[in-house]
């Protein structure tokens, strides 16, 4: 597609279940980014890929939080045992590339509104 | 460490009046810094970006920002503001550390009044 495609675009579902959302980049773009949006908060890096790989993982905020990517495309962002605290705006991103190609824009997908009940 | 301070948290614009979102930004070497807006329940739109060269840099939307390296500021304005362009605005500065990471302020809100 033309831009960066999330899904599902809403999830509810109850405390302690594992939810796993899904980012498709836009046609080769190496670099994808994920983030948290609290509400009424700005963005919160979670985790980078270059390609399949992922050299910083530093944002994901506890051992519940998993990602992943194949093909150098889609991308896969796993929360086990979800908790109440777990509720946001989930964006991706990607971009053209990472490692030196610097100053490249991310493009944004709309997000998937993650609510635990 | 990189970070952003959008000291504004809401701004309401009358429609036709000039519009100036605040941004400073922290970083010890010369930034990449980006502006976003992001309409409710959509995702993240690029404005403009500055990078290096004229301070002054031009967007879409008839969108303007001013790098100012002395006062470490990243100002969005609008010489006339739309109806259309009422959305949260987000400051962001990157920084490469192995790969261009983003960090963002907390984002501004700008209601506009007919």
């Known amino acids: 597609g033309a831009g960066v495609s999330q899904s599902p675009s809403n999830k509810v579902t109850e405390k302690g279940k594992d939810v796993e959302l899904r980012c498709d980049p836009i046609s080769g773009h190496t670099a994808l980014y994920w983030y948290r949006q609290r509400l009424g908060q700005g963005l919160e890096f979670l985790i980078y890929?270059?390609?399949?790989?992922?050299?910083?993982k530093s944002g994901l905020p506890s051992d519940r939080f998993s990602a992943e990517r194949t093909g150098e495309s889609v991308s896969t962002l796993t929360i086990q045992r979800t908790q109440q605290e777990d509720s946001a705006v989930y964006l991706c991103?990607?971009?053209?590339?990472?490692?030196?190609?610097?100053?490249?824009?991310?493009?944004f997908g709309d997000g998937t509104r993650l609510s635990i009940l | 460490a990189q970070s952003v301070t959008q000291p504004d948290i809401h701004i309401t614009v009358s429609e036709g009046a000039s519009l100036e979102l605040r941004c400073n930004y922290s970083?010890?070497?010369?930034?990449?810094l980006f502006w976003y807006v992001q309409s409710p329940g959509q995702g993240l739109q690029l404005l403009l970006k500055?990078?290096?060269?004229?301070?002054l840099v031009q967007g879409i939307k008839g969108f303007e920002a001013e790098f100012k390296r002395s006062q470490s500021s990243f100002n969005l304005r609008k010489p006339s503001v739309h109806w259309s362009d009422a959305a949260e605005y987000f400051c962001?500065?990157?920084?490469?550390?192995?790969?261009?990471?983003?960090?963002f302020g907390t984002g501004t809100r700008l209601l506009v009044s007919p």
């Open positions: 991103a990607s971009s053209l590339g990472g490692g030196g190609r610097v100053g490249q824009p991310q493009h």
């Open positions: 970083y010890g070497a010369t930034p990449y």
């Open positions: 890929f270059q390609g399949n790989s992922a050299p910083d």
């Open positions: 500055y990078f290096s060269g004229d301070t």
């Open positions: 962001a500065v990157g920084a490469y550390t192995g790969f261009q990471k983003l960090v």
